[in-house]
């Protein structure tokens, strides 16, 4: 079991230390000091001041974000990526199929791979060179 991220041993210790430090009759006295004075903090106006202040701040990236638009331009620059990746993707796609088809050759009728180039003839070396 945790309070305020301390277990039952480390609180044990603390008041223990807080017996030795100040005896069992003036701890009480002491206590109710101590909460009295957390009180007297938690409703001055500069304590108000500095929660408010807080607030404000974490409400700041939020704000900026909404008067910068900032979800609606990342929503349309994510559908316009796909757009264009799904359209690159089609060209890509049409060009390889392209390439790999057999061209037919008009005038002669035969048919040439264009994804391929052609190797040049080999001509024979005459013996003597």
Do not use: C
Request: without cysteine; hydrophobic residues 40%.
């Amino acid at each position: 079991m945790k309070i305020f991220n301390f277990g039952i041993g480390e609180i044990l210790f603390i008041l223990l230390l807080v017996v030795i430090i100040f005896g069992p009759k003036s701890m009480v006295k002491t206590a109710r000091e101590a909460g009295a004075f957390f009180k007297k903090i938690t409703q001055s106006p500069y304590w108000k001041e500095v929660w408010a202040t807080r607030r404000e701040l974490e409400e700041i990236p939020r704000m900026i974000a909404r008067e910068a638009q900032i979800d609606e331009t990342l929503r349309e620059m994510n559908r316009e990526t796909r757009d264009l990746s799904s359209s690159v993707t089609g060209a890509v796609s049409d060009f390889i199929r392209e390439a790999e088809q057999p061209a037919h050759d008009p005038k002669t009728g035969a048919v040439s791979w264009e994804g391929k180039p052609e190797e040049p003839p080999v001509t024979p070396k005459p013996d003597g060179i």
